[in-house]
């Protein structure tokens, strides 16, 4: 059978083909009753507009593109889920592509989203090249959430404050008596402000002698590894502050696997309050980033640019809260 068209509803709920189109536009002049009658048609008949019809006549897909760079990180998942909420209150469907993926492949990470015309793009998390976006934000809206590399003109940047978040932790950890403190980090622009932000706090509390930095790749593996050889050494830390809740789960097992019990002998705080740190199991102490109030903000400001704002870049930070947990205690 034929799929139903705009006549079928029109004659089914007894109005013209011009009324319809006014109701499935969302139009305010229609009459509450020939509003439900036509929704009504609609329903029992099955039918659906033809999105790619609709493009066509007013010129935008009503769809959004989000560029992913990390989709192993869950973080992220908690970022879309609040970007995508604000988006679907405003009839906009997201598309999501894998920015790592389509650089292994030659592509340049934005190019198959584009081709697809999307009406605006978010790029989620750190791309090792935002400046290549300068060309992609002179034709539509760009919005980096939850990175904070530095953004091409015209580009709104969407984030926690990491500095905020990691001296939380910092001063958490020195407040229960620890003073042999290391720190897990990161890379990129992020890592480097959760670095630095964690040995500013120490210095302020004299403690710059006994801060410990490792880098680290921000993986479970990572942090595993880097947590080996922190707790080989003859002075090991009483507490340990990795970049990301992920890497703090390297930490964990590390501990578990020679022997330390965690918080009695080691304390672990983590960073980004993902679901993994809110499983009873782990119970990790952690820097709630606002994920999803992060992706809110980034789906606003695309809403804004849809609406005619233009101008420089904003940057927009969200504010870290701690969320203790049972993987922190006093210093033994």
Request: include cysteine; glycine fraction near 10%; charge should be neutral.
């Amino acid at each position: 059978m034929r799929p139903p068209t705009i006549r079928d509803v029109a004659e089914r709920a007894g109005v013209s083909k011009s009324l319809v189109s006014l109701v499935l536009r969302g139009s305010e002049q229609v009459r509450p009753e020939k509003r439900d009658a036509v929704l009504r048609a609609a329903r029992e008949l099955g039918y659906r507009p033809n999105a790619a019809a609709r493009s066509l006549s007013e010129q935008r897909t009503r769809t959004v593109g989000v560029l992913l760079n990390d989709l192993r990180n869950p973080w992220f998942v908690d970022l879309l889920d609040g970007l995508n909420s604000l988006l679907h209150a405003h009839g906009l469907q997201m598309l999501l592509a894998d920015a790592r993926l389509n650089r292994r492949t030659g592509q340049d990470p934005a190019d198959p989203l584009l081709d697809l015309r999307v009406d605006g793009l978010v790029v989620v998390g750190t791309l090792p090249d935002p400046a290549a976006l300068g060309g992609v934000a002179e034709r539509i809206p760009v919005v980096l959430a939850g990175s904070r590399e530095p953004a091409p003109p015209g580009v709104d940047v969407v984030a926690g404050d990491d500095e905020r978040g990691a001296r939380l932790v910092a001063e958490h950890l020195i407040g229960l008596g620890h003073r042999r403190i290391a720190h897990i980090a990161g890379y990129g622009t992020v890592g480097e402000l959760r670095r630095r932000s964690f040995e500013a706090a120490m210095r302020r509390h004299g403690l710059a002698e006994q801060a410990v930095v490792e880098p680290s790749d921000m993986t479970e593996e990572g942090g595993y590894r880097t947590t080996v050889r922190l707790l080989s050494r003859p002075e090991r830390p009483t507490a340990v502050f990795a970049v990301n809740d992920i890497a703090a789960i390297g930490v964990l097992s590390a501990a578990e696997e020679l022997g330390l019990r965690v918080p009695r002998d080691l304390s672990v705080v983590g960073y980004d309050n993902t679901s993994i740190a809110r499983l009873r199991h782990v119970w990790l102490t952690t820097a709630d980033n606002s994920s999803h109030e992060v992706g809110r903000r980034a789906a606003r400001c695309l809403l804004e640019r849809f609406e005619g704002a233009g101008g420089a870049g904003r940057v927009q930070l969200a504010t870290p809260t701690l969320e203790i947990r049972g993987s922190t205690a006093p210093a033994p």
